[in-house]
């Protein structure tokens, strides 16, 4: 019984194994070994609740495609005006705001010289886009050729 003990005491037990005396020891290193970093889970988070207003707004959309028939110029108006009242998640959009501000540094993104801003991530931007009236007309543009309230 003893001798299980021993294991624990300085200086006696088993020697370290070569990749645990190379492995670095700190708070960092353990907090990081520890599950998803915050930049990821806060991506994940986005891009779920991103997608499930984009099918909500898709569903609104239809609806009013719907009602309105024929009459793009009744669709166009009426699009528009929602877009605009439209009340859309303040958390989500602090949540987006926070990601844009904090994750080029949580992911030690390096800098492009020429640009002054961080590289692009497979060919895109960090930066999500806040969900308003823009970003909603955008994603579901009123028929074209039509003159929208707003404009």
């Given at each position: 019984m003893l001798s299980r003990d021993l294991d624990?005491?300085?200086?006696?037990?088993?020697?370290?194994s070569?990749?645990?005396?190379h492995a670095q020891r700190s708070v960092e290193a353990y907090l990081q070994?520890?599950?998803?970093?915050?930049w990821m889970e806060?991506?994940?988070?986005?891009d779920r609740r991103t997608a499930e207003e984009?099918?909500?707004?898709?569903?609104a959309y239809r609806r009013l495609r719907d009602e309105c028939?024929?009459?793009e110029a009744l669709l166009a108006d009426s699009w528009v005006r929602r877009a605009h009242a439209f009340a859309?998640?303040?958390?989500l959009n602090q949540l987006i705001a926070e990601h844009n501000q904090w994750y080029p540094v949580e992911r030690d993104l390096a800098m492009d010289i020429r640009t002054g801003d961080y590289v692009l991530i497979n060919g895109r931007s960090y930066r999500r886009p806040?969900?308003?009236?823009?970003?909603?007309?955008?994603q579901f543009p009123p028929p074209v050729g039509i003159r929208r309230a707003g404009d």
């Open positions: 624990e005491v300085d200086g006696l037990g088993r020697p370290l070569r990749r645990a005396r070994a520890g599950g998803r970093p915050r806060r991506v994940m988070e986005i984009r099918r909500s707004h898709a569903a028939g024929a009459d859309f998640d303040d958390g806040h969900l308003d009236a823009a970003w909603l007309l955008e």
